[in-house]
């Protein structure tokens, strides 16, 4: 049991290098392996997480190479990392399961190093909600957004400089990240993130921490796509293929704000972000406006995955605001976001791909017929836009309640208002959406009939991560108050009650 | 005064300085690889400033030497010469993958000016 924060991120990393080399023979070969890797780091995660909730939350750590902390670097398992842990592999493995098909079609020839780099941006990012230490934060950041660099520059013409500008981007955010981890280091001493909780308190007058803490939270609000860092965003998801999209948009960003929420929960003292300094509400704001701003865009766009991303910036807007509340309900709600927006954004981003594997488009205007050649996917579709919307019992609608609830304790009136009319926006841009894919050629003579290219369902390989997806989403909603209550209160805990 | 403050704290002021010369560049150079010069500009700045946070007058290497003593006055703290040496490591990397980028970008459309190419895009698409 207690190796398991160190077999996680190992079993991803050995895939990675495994399936780099095996993908210069067969790309069939190399898929088999990421996906081996993908399945045994979920399990890994799985039996953590059970681990660590019959533990009432008590963290499983490990020590790398013996070296004990805080000379050495640990990794820690407690329960906001095997949440975020579980996400991230099984959002991994259902896109695995998924890519081949997907990938054959959109990038013929060039598959066998799309897997090692998925296995190794898994890596990165379970790496990131492991690690005990902020420095090591920092380089599982940067493998992270290395791979996904490589997954996102393989797509559509524009591809390439989308991810140029995405990573001068990053390397700010990420530049702005490591200087803060220096002044943090220069003031506390250490690194390690229980040491640095242990002595901050000491030092929450210190000017160099308060630089610190608002040069990491502005580094990671870049890598985060936090209005208004997330300039980036939109032209990235656009032109990357089906399966990055699918991989990157639902955990990359979150785990960004998983970064801050660690930051703010357990290395730096109570009170810090919200007293000392008002960052917490500075994050607040900047989200509200975030989610406007993406919210109304997004009705603009007549490119799926390009609504989509807009939808993205605004939705990631609700982890701020939990973030920007910081009261227990809003927190809850926001970390129950990034589990609900992770399964919704999946969905959708995998049931682009599979349309655009049949219908050769990604144009919402030629998404007609759509619903009657592909009828359950298209139900899943459903299910995933009345959960973007937040329409009880899917998922998306108790992080809503969750945030509002926080909002109305916090008194933070606008806010509310906020979270409300978002959720009326998204109803249009997504109703525009459903309204294209029931309408029907033969009947209504003001829209032509679009052909697919190949008739029916899509492959098996694709139906079924779309299909658990979508049951994920409804499962998710139906239990979630077994998740906030084994899980998210304890981790909102310091927090106060 | 001003002296004592210039001569004390030189080294930060050049490091802040190189720090905004590499975000000017990386923010209004059109060119893509003077961004890219700019961004490493940029992440040298931050490493000088963790090497320089961590110099000692008088200090020699972290190796125990029985004839110095044990003394923590005597030798230089290694972690950040350790942490700064992984993150040049990090940053050489993604210099590769922005000049591979670049590499990919000059066969496709013949120039590195933003401008130029976001306008050859658009032709060609």
Known sequence: MSQIPALIPTSLLLASLVALLVGLKSHRAAHLIALAGAVVAFVCSLLGLQAVIQGDGEAIRYAMGAWVPPIGIEFVLDSLAAYMVTLITFIGVMV????PRSLAFETPGRQGMVYPSMTLVLAGLVGMCLTGDVFNLYVFLEIAALAAYALLAIGDRGAPVATLRYL???????GFYLLGVAYLYFAAGTVNMADLSMRLPELMESQAVIVAAVLMVVGLGVKMALFPFHLWLPDVYTNAPSVSAGLIAPIMTKVSAYAIIRLFLDVFPPGFFTESLPIATTIGWVSAAGIVFGSVLAIAQHDYRRM???????QLGYI???IGLANPLGMIGGLLHILNHALMKGLLFMIGGAVRLRFGTTKIPEYVGVGRAMPWTMVAFTVGVLAMVGIPPTAGFFSKWYLLLGAADAGAWIWFAVIIVSSLLSAIYFFRVVEMIYRDPET?????DHEPREAGEAPASMFWPITI????VMAVGIFNVLIVSALLERIVAPLGG | MTADFLLSRYPYILIALLFGIGLYGMTVKRNLMKK????TIFQTSIYLFFIQGATKQGAT?????????SSPELYINPLPQVIVLTAIVVGVAITGVALSLILVLHRRYGTLDEVELLRRMRESA
Do not use: H
Request: glycine content about 18%; cysteine-free.
């Open chain 1, 96 to 99: 695995l399961i998924y890519a």
């Open chain 2, 36 to 39: 890219v010069i700019g961004m």
């Open chain 2, 61 to 69: 290497i972290p190796v125990l030497d029985p004839e110095m003593g």
């Open chain 1, 320 to 322: 701020g605001l939990g």
């Open chain 1, 168 to 174: 001068l981007f990053g390397a700010v955010g990420g």
């Open chain 1, 444 to 448: 209504d003579s003001a829209v032509a």
């Open chain 1, 469 to 472: 997806m979508a049951t994920a």
């Open chain 1, 308 to 314: 989509l991303a807009y939808s993205s910036v605004g």
